[in-house]
């Protein structure tokens, strides 16, 4: 999270989660675990997958390993 997010984000009023969000996206981590336990499928590997369930839009975009990433730029 830190090569794509290098500083924490404003603080800001917490929202209230609809109970069947963690649900969504606790199917979807289980779904990514199947796959790459069984070599079906492609995995999110090297994606991030983002969910707007006001909008109920799934959208994933590549993401790469930062060199002036904090945590892990020097390994
Ligand atoms: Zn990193």
New binding site residues.
């Given amino acids: ?3 794509i997010f290098p500083k924490d984000p404003p603080e800001v009023e917490r929202v209230p989660v609809l109970g069947a969000t963690p649900a969504l996206l606790a199917s979807l981590q289980v779904m990514e675990a199947v796959k790459l336990v069984t070599g079906i499928g492609k995995p999110l590997v090297g994606r991030m997958l983002f969910v707007n369930g006001e909008e109920m839009v799934f959208e994933t975009v590549e993401v790469k ?2 060199m002036e ?5 020097s390994l």
Avoid: A, H, T, Y
Avoid at 69 to 73: E, F, K
């Fill in positions: 999270m830190r090569c390993r930062s990433c904090p945590v892990c730029g």
